[in-house]
């Protein structure tokens, strides 16, 4: 089992940059599919970025297309989101997911497929 913490979330003006961090625990991450997911007060968790297993593969969700890059850190077990230009409408609270299926160069952008998730950290973009 895998245990996922986030971290880096906070307050930023418009404009601004955010990284947060996905530290993993209790096995490796390096052979799982990860994304980033967000959920909104009031809506529905949505996919924002994802990485295949290789590395090699990324997927983003067009309204983040541009602005923010999912990437791994295999040897500190870890995940990160780079987040730039940051807009009113990205505020929410962000988690992050291991697929421990998927394929070598594949990460699906649904969050049906993924099987850990953390806790969440808040992002609160002030206009």
């Known amino acids: 089992q895998v245990q996922l913490v986030e971290s880096g979330g906070g307050l930023v003006q418009a404009g601004g940059s955010l990284r947060l961090s996905c530290a993993a625990s209790g096995r490796s991450i390096s052979n799982d599919a990860m994304a980033w997911f967000r959920q909104a007060p009031g809506k529905e968790r949505e996919f924002v970025a994802s990485?295949?297993?290789?590395?090699?593969?990324?997927y983003y969700a067009d309204s983040v297309k541009g602005r923010f890059t999912i990437s791994r850190d295999n040897a500190k077990n870890t995940v990160y989101l780079q987040m730039n230009s940051l807009k009113p409408e990205d505020t929410a609270d962000y988690y992050c997911?291991?697929?421990?299926?998927?394929?070598?160069?594949?990460?699906?952008?649904?969050?049906?497929?993924?099987?850990?998730w953390g806790q969440g950290t808040q992002v609160t973009v002030s206009s």
């Open positions: 990485l295949s297993q290789s590395g090699g593969s990324t």
């Open positions: 997911a291991a697929d421990l299926v998927g394929g070598y160069n594949y990460a699906a952008p649904d969050k049906s497929a993924y099987d850990y």
